[in-house]
Structure formats: C-alpha cells, structure tokens
T-cell receptor, first 111, second 116 residues
Framework: DAKTTQPNSMESNEEEPVHLPCNHS???????IHWYRQLPSQGPEYVIH???SNVNNRMASLAIAEDRKSSTLILHRATLRDAAVYYC????????????FGKGTRLHILP | NAGVTQTPKFQVLKTGQSMTLQCAQD?????MYWYRQDPGMGLRLIYY???????DKGEVPNGYNVSRLNKREFSLRLESAAPSQTSVYFC???????????????FGQGTRLTVV
C-alpha cells in the first residue's frame, strides 16, 4: 500500500486558515487521496477526496500538487470544533479496497 | 436513519472470556470494516468485508474472527480475550462516491473494551 507522511501535530489560531500537509511520494496513478478527521471521543468522519484536480466542499478544500506526490487540506476559517486528528489516506479505485489509516496530524486550535 | 450502530458501548471482560461485538448499518452499503484504536494511536484494520458472504484479513487479525451475517450486520468475535485486546473498537461501512471515484466511510461510536 502506498504510504502517507503527515506531521504529528499542528497548531492554529481560531478563525484563521489552516493548511494540513500530506506527502505521498509513492502514490500510483490509480490512487485517490482521501482525508478523514476524528473528533475527540468519536469515530472518524469523511472530509474530502480527490484524484488530480483541486476539490472544494462545504467542510474544506483539497489542493493536490501537479505531480500528485503531496496534497494539502485547507480549512478556510478554523473554529474550536475543528480540533481533531486529520488522516490523509490513499485508496485505489477498486471499491473493494480496504481503508488503511496512518497516524494522522493532531490539530490544536488556539482561542 | 441510524447509520452505523455498535453494541455494546462499554464492556469489561476477564482474561480468557469470549464475547461478540455487534455492528449493524442501515444504509445498504456493501463494504463493512472493523478497526481497533489503542490510546493515542491511529486506527488499525482488523477485518473487512467487501460484500455479503466475503471477509478478508486486515492489518491485525490475530485473536479475532468475524461474521458477515447479512448485508446489514458484521460481527467481531474475541474467542479468548487478552489484556492486549483492551482498546476502542470501531465498526464502519462505506459507499462508493462518484466524480471523482472515492469512498466515504461512516463509523459507529465505538465500543470501549477493557480486558482485565
């Protein structure tokens, strides 16, 4: 399975944008980049995913490097509720593929 | 629409006891998963099921068995519990997304299991 590398932790101030990086230098052409987050004492939840183009949804934006070896999850205006562990996951296009989580980035939001 | 429901929410077992963790989803998803999460760690995949009647090992299957009873239900069994299996267990189901193709997984609230 292609691996991802994320910083262990990051801090950001409330109401400021947050850029969460993910390196995936061994990504294959058929791997899709997914982001999930896990709020305290809860199960993970889906945030966003993409293949090559940048993606936006109501929760966040995903910026994918042109060579696809890295990506960045962007929270446009962090709130205290965004404090969570964020996981960057690669998954093949096969719907039967398992979902493997790494260690993720723990995001701290400072009021 | 309850999503993914896990029972029980909490459980204490003695070493050597057996138990089954139950999971049910009402979203008509084909794929289901069992994960464990140790304190301060990420999730590790125990078993997954791509469809009714099929199961496959994940990263840490030893000491566990699973049953995909039907499309809705996916149970995890500990035959002889050990203290090393103390963890939070999450069940999930997933749906295929389109444009681009991806996967959205939905997780239950977890079962906190302590083996003494």
């Amino acid at each position: 399975d292609a691996k991802t590398t994320q910083p262990n932790s990051m801090e950001s101030n409330e109401e400021e944008p947050v850029h969460l990086p993910c390196n995936h230098s061994t990504i294959s052409g058929t791997d899709y980049i997914h982001w999930y987050r896990q709020l305290p004492s809860q199960g993970p939840e889906y945030v966003i995913h993409g293949l090559t183009s940048n993606v936006n949804n109501r929760m966040a934006s995903l910026a994918i490097a042109e060579d696809r070896k890295s990506s960045t999850l962007i929270l446009h205006r962090a709130t205290l509720r965004d404090a969570a562990v964020y996981y960057c996951i690669l998954r093949g296009g096969n719907r039967d593929d398992k979902i493997i989580f790494g260690k993720g980035t723990r995001l701290h939001i400072l009021p | 629409n309850a999503g993914v429901t896990q029972t029980p929410k909490f459980q204490v077992l003695k070493t050597g006891q057996s138990m089954t963790l139950q999971c049910a989803q009402d979203m008509n998803h084909n794929s289901m998963y069992w994960y464990r999460q140790d304190p301060g760690m990420g999730l590790r995949l125990i078993y997954y099921s791509a469809s009714e009647g099929t199961t496959d090992k994940g990263e840490v299957p030893n000491g566990y068995n699973v049953s995909r009873l039907n499309k809705r239900e996916f149970s995890l069994r500990l035959e002889s519990a050990a203290p090393s299996q103390t963890s939070v267990y999450f069940c999930a189901s997933s749906v295929v997304l389109r444009d681009p193709i991806g996967t959205e997984a939905f997780f239950g609230q977890g079962t906190r299991l302590t083996v003494v």
